[in-house]
């Protein structure tokens, strides 16, 4: 009887992610928790609701609550595909953040306001969901991950409406959309090159003629001559 090694493949979903992967996916994630929360500092609710010529009510309905449904939407993409196209649904949310804040920042009336703050929060939730599948397969750097991730949200979650509060009191809300731009720009290319040198390094291993897995690169040792 032949004993028959099972053939290993880089893909399957149970393949240990390096915590270095999660650089991109994370500061979007933290940067979508930013853009819930920070239009409600004081001095920007009252300059967008002039700006747009809104209603407290209709402020609340496309600021937040467009934001959250959309990031639900978005959040149960990221965590259904993330885990097999992690690349692919972050750098895709990333991009919809993007252009949501920018549509923010230039917003000439409510309609494009609104537009802005969907694509931000499916965007949002996207990059989120993501960050989540990546954690679950981040071995024994879970808990850590888990760890400094909750802090930093929580602090995301609370700055936000401070720091966007100070912008619109010495310049204008619209600063508060541009602003996240930068972060979320060095998380597009942090999520694309991560995901590219994953591409090189984690290829499944091909079998030989026999039906035994070929060793990864590197693995060969060269006999002395």
């Not at 609104?114 to 879970?142: I, N």
Request: avoid cysteine.
């Amino acid at each position: 009887m032949h004993d028959h090694q099972p053939q290993r493949n880089a893909a399957l979903p149970g393949w240990e992610r390096p915590a270095w992967a999660l650089i991109g996916p994370g500061i979007a994630a933290l940067t979508g928790l930013y853009l819930l929360t920070m239009p409600f500092g004081p001095a920007a609710r009252i300059s967008l609701q002039s700006d747009l010529d809104l209603s407290s009510q209709t402020t609340l309905l496309m600021t937040a609550v467009a934001y959250l449904i959309s990031a639900a939407v978005g959040g149960a993409l990221g965590v259904g595909l993330g885990g097999r196209l992690l690349t692919t649904v972050a750098t895709s949310a990333i991009a919809f953040m993007i252009i949501g804040v920018l549509l923010n920042a230039f917003a000439p009336d409510a309609g494009i306001y609104l537009t802005g703050r969907v694509l931000s929060g499916l965007g949002a939730g996207g990059v989120v969901g993501a960050t989540v599948a990546l954690v679950r397969r981040a071995g024994r750097h879970r808990g850590a991950l888990v760890a400094i991730l909750a802090g930093l949200g929580v602090l995301a979650l609370v700055l936000g409406p401070f720091v966007n509060h100070g912008l619109s009191s010495a310049l204008s809300w619209r600063l508060g959309y541009l602003v996240p731009v930068l972060p979320l720009a060095v998380g597009l290319i942090a999520a694309a090159v991560s995901g590219f040198v994953l591409l090189l390094t984690r290829r499944p291993a091909q079998p030989n003629a026999a039906g035994m897995p070929y060793p990864p690169a590197g693995q060969w040792s060269e006999r002395p001559r």
